[in-house]
C-alpha cells in the first residue's frame, strides 16, 4: 500500500499509532455532501480523515487554531444530522500525543 499524502504531521501521526496497534484504516476514502444548491450541485462537503473498517468509525483530526475548530465543529454537526448512522469522531493532535504517550509509542515529526 502507497503512503498517503497526509495534509499534516498530526494526520502521519494517527497513521502510525493506527499501524502499530494493527487497527486497519483508509484515508480520505469518503466525502459526504452536507449542503446542495437549488441546482443540486453539492456547496458544501466534508471528508473525514481517517476510516476505520473493523470499527465502522471515521476520524477526522485536528491541528487548526481555535476558530477554525469551531467551523469544523459546525460540520461534524451537520453530518451527524443527514447522515445518522455514520460514526465520527474528531480527535485533537494533544489527543493522538497524549495516546503515545499513554501507550510508550514514539510519533516521530
Known amino acids: ?5 497526509f495534509a499534516n504531521d498530526a494526520e502521519r501521526e494517527c497513521a502510525r499509532l493506527l499501524d502499530f496497534y ?28 481517517f476510516y476505520l473498517p473493523e470499527q465502522d468509525l471515521y476520524v477526522e483530526v485536528t491541528v487548526m487554531k481555535q476558530a477554525l475548530v469551531t467551523r469544523k465543529k459546525r460540520k461534524l454537526r451537520k453530518l451527524r444530522q443527514r447522515y445518522p448512522d455514520v460514526k465520527v469522531k474528531l ?13 510508550g509509542l514514539h510519533l516521530a515529526s
Open 22 to 49: 494493527g487497527v486497519s484504516w483508509e484515508y480520505e476514502p469518503r466525502t459526504f455532501a452536507l449542503a446542495e444548491g437549488e441546482d443540486g450541485r453539492i456547496t458544501e462537503a466534508f471528508t473525514p480523515d
Open 91 to 103: 480527535f485533537y493532535r494533544r489527543d493522538i500525543e497524549r495516546l503515545a504517550r499513554r501507550y
Open 1 to 5: 500500500m502507497r503512503t498517503p499524502r
